[in-house]
C-alpha cells in the first residue's frame, strides 16, 4: 500500500476505479506514498496551486474533485486519491517546508468538499490537525486551523467530538491568544511560495473556534478553556481584520445558545456586550452585525440579563440594521436577528422605555410593510406585541399573557405609526404562526387603548379574528383570538 491507499495483486480490485486524466495528481499520489519523497513538497504545491489558481469557483471545485478519485494502475490502487496521503503526511511529517505546503494542500483540498472531507476523517487526520496547530511554523499553524475550521463546517458532530477530544479548543485558543510582533513575523521567514500575513492564524484560529462551538460540548468548553475571554480580547485588538471580527462574532454567538455562557459573557467576561454593541455598526461588516444580532438575542433570552445588555445601547443600533435598505439574503438574516433581539429587550420596562425613546416602532412598521420574510414579520410583530404588554412577560409562538392594561406610550407610538391594519392584515397569512403572532401583537396593542382599537375596527381586525376562531384547528391561534376580540370590543366599548 503507498499511504492511505491499498495494494492488491493482479488489477482485479482495480476493476472499475477511474484513471486519473491528470498527470499531476497521478504524479503526486506517488511523491506522498508514506514515507513520502523530496519531491513532495512541490507535489503539495502543485496540488494546491491547481485551487488557488483556478480562475473561478466552479474550476477550484472540479480540482478538488481530482484530489478524491480512486485511481489504480496495474496491480496498486489508490482509494481516496490524495486525501488519505496527506493526512498521512500532516500526521508523520516533519520538514518544515513539506508541513507548509502539505497543510496548504490538504486545507484547500477539503474546502466545501463533502466527499473530500469525509476522505479525510476516515484517515483519521482530526489529531494530526489539532496537534499542528503547536507547530513552529506560523504558516502551518494558520493552515491546519483553517483545516479544522473546514472539518467542523462540514463533516458532522462525531468529526466535532474527536477535534475536541484531541485539545482543539485549547490549541485553537493559544493561537488565538498569540501575537505576530514583527520579531516574530521574521523568525518565521520567507516561504517565497506560500505568503503569510500578520494575523492571520488568529483569524484562522477564530474561523476554527466559531466552527467548533456549533456543537454543544464545545460550547460547554469554550468558557473553562479561556476562549471566550480570548475571542473578546482578539476582536478589541487594534489590527483586528473584517474576517476576524465576522468569525469572531460568530463564535459569541454560538457560545452563547448555552445558558452558561450567557451568564459569563455579561458579568464576568469584560467588554464582551460592550464588543457586541459595538459589532452591531459599521464599519463592522453586514454578516459581523447580524452575528452580533444573534448573539445580544441569545444573552436577551436570560431574563435577569436584558437590563444588563440593554444598558450598553444596543437598541439604536439594531434599529438601524432593520432600516437596513438592500436585496439578498443577508439583509433578511439582518433584519430577523435585529427584530430578534429587539423582541426579547421589548419584555423588561427599561427596553420598552428605550424603544419608545428611540421611536422603535415607527421604524418596525416601515420594515414590516416592505419585507415578505415570515421570519422577520414574526419577531417585527413579536416586538410590538411584548413592548406594548405590561406587568407580563412573554416569548413568541405562545398563548399572550395580559394584564388589564398595556404599556401605553409604546400603545401610542404604534397607534402613530399606523401599525395595526398592518398587523391586520397578516391575519390572512396561511402560516400559523404568523397568525397566532398577529393576533397576540393585536391583543397588546389594543389592550384598554381606544386608538388603536378603533384602527381595528377599521382594519377588519374583529371579522378575521373571529374566522380564525372558528376555523384554525391550532389553541394558540384561538387562544389569540379571544384575547384580540377581547381587547377591541372591551376598548371601544
Known amino acids: 500500500a503507498r499511504g492511505g491507499g491499498e495494494s492488491r495483486v493482479g488489477g482485479v480490485e482495480g476493476v472499475g476505479l477511474g484513471r486519473m486524466s491528470d498527470p499531476q495528481v497521478k504524479k503526486a499520489l506517488k511523491d506522498l506514498a508514506l514515507p513520502p519523497k523530496p519531491s513532495a513538497t512541490k507535489a503539495c504545491i502543485v496540488l494546491a496551486d491547481k485551487v488557488r489558481k483556478a480562475a473561478n469557483a466552479k474550476m477550484k471545485d472540479e480540482a478538488r474533485q481530482t484530489f478524491g478519485e480512486d485511481y489504480a494502475e496495474k496491480a496498486e490502487v489508490w482509494k ?39 476522505l479525510a476523517a476516515a484517515a483519521g487526520v482530526e489529531k494530526a490537525l489539532v496537534e499542528l496547530c503547536k507547530d513552529k511554523s506560523l504558516l502551518v499553524q494558520a493552515q491546519a486551523a483553517a483545516a ?27 493561537i488565538a491568544k498569540a501575537v505576530d510582533t514583527p520579531d516574530v513575523i521574521l523568525k518565521q521567514g520567507i516561504n517565497k511560495l506560500i505568503a503569510y500575513k500578520a494575523g492571520q492564524r488568529q483569524e484562522d484560529a477564530a474561523a476554527g473556534l466559531h466552527a467548533l462551538c456549533v456543537s454543544d460540548a464545545a460550547r460547554a468548553a469554550a468558557k473553562d478553556a479561556g476562549a471566550l475571554k480570548q475571542l473578546v480580547d482578539l476582536a478589541n485588538r487594534e489590527e483586528a481584520s473584517a474576517r476576524t471580527l465576522e468569525e469572531v462574532a460568530g463564535a459569541l454567538l454560538e457560545a452563547s445558545r448555552a445558558p452558561g455562557n450567557r451568564q459569563y459573557l455579561c458579568r464576568e467576561a469584560e467588554g464582551a456586550v460592550a464588543l457586541l454593541v459595538r459589532l452591531l ?13 444573534g448573539a445580544v438575542e441569545e444573552l436577551c433570552r436570560e431574563e435577569a440579563l436584558r437590563d444588563v445588555v440593554t444598558r450598553h445601547a444596543p437598541v ?37 422605555q428605550v424603544l419608545v425613546r428611540r421611536s422603535a416602532p415607527a421604524h418596525i412598521v416601515a420594515l414590516f410593510k416592505e419585507t415578505k420574510d415570515g421570519a422577520v414579520q414574526e419577531n417585527l410583530m413579536a416586538t410590538l406585541a411584548l413592548g406594548a404588554a405590561w406587568g407580563t412577560r412573554n416569548t413568541t409562538r405562545t ?26 392584515a397578516l391575519c390572512a397569512s396561511e402560516d400559523t404562526h404568523l397568525q397566532s403572532q398577529a393576533l397576540a401583537a393585536l391583543a397588546a396593542l389594543c389592550r384598554a387603548h381606544q386608538g388603536n382599537a378603533e384602527a381595528a375596527t377599521r382594519a377588519h381586525a374583529c371579522k378575521a379574528a373571529s374566522a380564525l376562531l372558528n376555523t384554525s384547528p391550532s389553541h394558540e391561534v384561538q387562544a389569540n383570538a379571544l384575547q384580540a376580540l377581547f381587547s377591541i370590543v372591551g376598548s371601544c366599548a
Open 80 to 118: 481516496g486519491g490524495v486525501i488519505p496521503l496527506l493526512a498521512g503526511v500532516l500526521a508523520a511529517g516533519k520538514d518544515k517546508a513539506m508541513l507548509e505546503a502539505a497543510t496548504l494542500a490538504f486545507s484547500l483540498g477539503i474546502q466545501g468538499h463533502q466527499k473530500n472531507t469525509e
Open 148 to 174: 479544522i475550521r473546514e472539518m467542523c463546517v462540514v463533516g458532522d458532530d462525531a468529526v466535532r467530538a474527536k477535534i475536541l477530544a484531541a485539545g482543539g479548543m485549547k490549541n485553537l485558543t493559544a
Open 281 to 293: 455598526s459599521e464599519p463592522a461588516t453586514l454578516v459581523a452585525r447580524t452575528r452580533a444580532a
Open 316 to 352: 439604536e443600533k439594531l434599529l438601524a440594521l432593520c432600516d437596513l435598505r438592500a436585496p439578498g439574503p443577508d439583509a433578511t438574516a439582518a433584519h430577523k436577528s435585529a427584530a430578534g433581539a429587539l423582541l426579547q429587550i421589548a419584555n423588561e420596562l427599561l427596553g420598552k
Open 399 to 424: 398563548i399572550m399573557n395580559l394584564s388589564h392594561t398595556g404599556y401605553v406610550p409604546l400603545q401610542d407610538a404604534a397607534c402613530d405609526a399606523d401599525a395595526v391594519p398592518a398587523i391586520t
